[in-house]
């Protein structure tokens, strides 16, 4: 037997044990053969990971974002989740709930990985990607390269005053006015995204390695001073996507892009990770760290992974806080048209027109599932600022159910696969790509439709016009 298929073995081994723990009604039973089952995807895809990164990170993600709660109790064997304290509420679930959870988290993990080797047998624009259309450095990328880096540069001051001024209104007023009073000074906001878009549009052009070092360092920079602001997922994610980048380009290069046993210094390295952004966490609260150090790390994957919690929540209770909410799934695209009068009307929408974020009607009307769940779980804290944020699977198991779950995930798993194959793409659609991927790295917190929202900014589209013309139109 081959060494990839007894990998494919274990996979489907872990399954079948995750289903009969399921089966027989052990929720402890059913939380560690989770961890297993997740292990072992991650060990599969472990054997070839310069082609399967993309979705080993996705899962990555997953873990720490979705399954952090229930792994930090793999050694509680009382019945914690009758009685959970998360950092903003407190939750209570029958064991029913708590099995279909794990059972919805299990089919969507599956339905993932059955898109994402879908999207291998289908074939578009009439040709199979290959290392033969893999495109090579000309003229006209050395030109847009040129243009990227210079903006790049440009905008990185204002990207960081941007950070620093935020991160000012957090240790001088409170975490809580980025989302309730704070108004974002225009010109930083706009270079804040602009110095995205050339970014993704410069490594876009597949530099050389040694052209890229600077521009690296500086992204790494910025990523790091996005936590003053208390935006810890941000930072994840673009670190995350430059490992994604690294082993692409050196899938497909002679030079060694990214460095030796990568993901065991990962692995090294995310326990110090949690610790440091355990504290940033407890600072940006308000709090003084009185703790030991290593508690940090333990409260932070609980935390971080408290977004697991809101499907369950959603299971129990979701008659209680659906309100007047049409669909959650895609309600950030529905909230964009609902701030338009005229669109909200011809639609038969309620308008949103005045209507502020952390209001009650922007919970009852907005289509915003954490808006709604924080109303209904905590009023108060809700209307003084605070947000217990979203989560994708419990967005489609309150629109959807089953078919979404099924239907949904398949099709995210078949995104991921096209595109972990960008590098074969042309420019166009690789500088758009990467811009798609930082989002989907998220997306274990977010809405589904959060991977569209980066692209529904003027400067966004406008820059991103910019540089496929700058492509397009330069000749020899």
Known sequence: MRFESKRILLVLLTSALLLLAIILGNIHAEIWMLLLFMASILFY????????????????????????????????????????????????????????????????????????HISDKFVFM?????????????????????????????????????????????????????????????FLKMCSLVWYVAFYCYIATFPRKDEIKKVVVIYIICSVASLLTGARGTAISNLLFLVFYYLIRQRYSEDRWA??????????????????????????????????????????????????????????????????????????????IQHNTTLSNMLGLHSLDGIAPQTADYAIYGNQFGSAISYYKMRYTYLSGYS??????????????????????????????????????????????????????LIGRFSITNILLFFMSTAVLVMYLFFIFDYKWFRH
């Not at 880096?149 to 001024?165: D, H």
């Not at 989560?391 to 995210?412: K, M, S």
């Open 45 to 116: 895809m472990a054997s070839n990971l310069e082609k399967h990164i993309l979705i080993f990170l996705l899962f990555i993600t997953f873990v720490v974002f979705d399954m952090g709660m229930y792994f930090s109790h793999l050694f509680d064997f009382t019945s914690w989740w009758k009685n959970i304290q998360g950092s903003m509420t407190e939750y209570s679930f029958e064991d029913a709930t708590l099995t279909l959870s794990i059972t919805i988290l299990g089919v969507s993990i599956l339905m993932i990985l059955i898109g994402y």
């Open 126 to 186: 009439g040709k199979k990607n290959s290392e033969m259309n893999f495109e090579k450095s000309d003229a006209r990328l050395e030109k847009v390269k040129g243009h990227a880096k210079v903006i790049f540069y440009l905008t990185t001051i204002g990207n960081l005053l941007s950070y620093l001024y935020k991160a000012y209104m957090v240790f001088t007023v409170s975490y809580v006015y980025l989302y309730t009073d704070f108004s974002e000074i225009w």
């Open 259 to 336: 460095p030796r046993n990568v993901i065991l210094k990962i692995v090294v390295a995310l326990p110090a990770i949690m610790i440091i952004l355990g504290i940033i966490g407890t600072l940006r609260q308000g709090n003084t760290i009185e703790n030991g150090i290593l508690s940090y790390g333990s409260q932070l994957f609980a935390s971080q992974g408290e977004s697991g919690m809101l499907l369950p929540e959603t299971i129990e209770n979701l008659d209680r806080f659906r309100f007047e909410n049409i669909n959650f799934t895609f309600g950030k695209l529905l909230n964009n």
């Open 388 to 441: 217990m944020g979203t989560y994708y699977l419990a967005e489609i198991w309150a629109d959807y159910r089953w078919i979404g779950v099924i239907l949904l995930n398949t099709i995210l798993g078949f995104f991921v696969g096209k595109l972990s194959k960008i590098a074969y793409s042309s420019f166009t659609i690789r500088c758009i790509a990467f811009g798609v991927i930082t989002q989907l790295l």
